[in-house]
């Protein structure tokens, strides 16, 4: 794919499809662990759910990692047109925009939580991840929650990323598309530095 070739860029690549709002996800299953009052049957039921929540978790960091590199891969085309932004038109809100990043920073830290009181385990928070997501809502704050992105040139990078050569973007781009294909969206972390120079 040659920048000259480009007329129109998706807004997602095709992350959404493994995805799911974590904050919707996460409060739906404490919700139906609160049902129970025996602290025997909620232990069982949070190790039923743990490695669901562990999983959410990572595909929201790896939905955010993949935004932040995709929004760099699509800034190298050039000025093209921007398809299919749901968020274009909206009233911008920062405090609504942020909500969902900053819910997903502070879940880590539940989880660690809540695994050391029902299971007895030692959830490491990955110090990559919490990053990404603070970029992420800088991202989200620097484009004012995409209401007016048209274009690649309306799109705005927090501070540390760059564009790279052809050969790492193409790298990055591949990268994309085979993560799109499995779902396995934190692989992204292997082409990252590629692009954010911190």
Known sequence: MTKTEEKTV??????AQHTTILSISAEYIYANLEQFKNFGQKKFQFKMAYPKLTHMADNNVGFCLGSLLWAVYIKSLGNVQIEGNPCLGGEYDEKETVEEADYSIEFFNKLKKDAKYYIGADYKIDSRCVKVLELYKEFLILNK??????TTNDVLLPQGFVIPSEENLEKIHSK??????????????EVFDLAYIG
């Open 10 to 15: 998706l807004f997602d690549p095709g992350y």
């Open 145 to 150: 929650g995409f209401v007016d992105t048209k």
């Open 176 to 189: 994309i598309q085979e993560v799109i294909k499995s779902g396995k969206l934190l692989d992204l972390f």
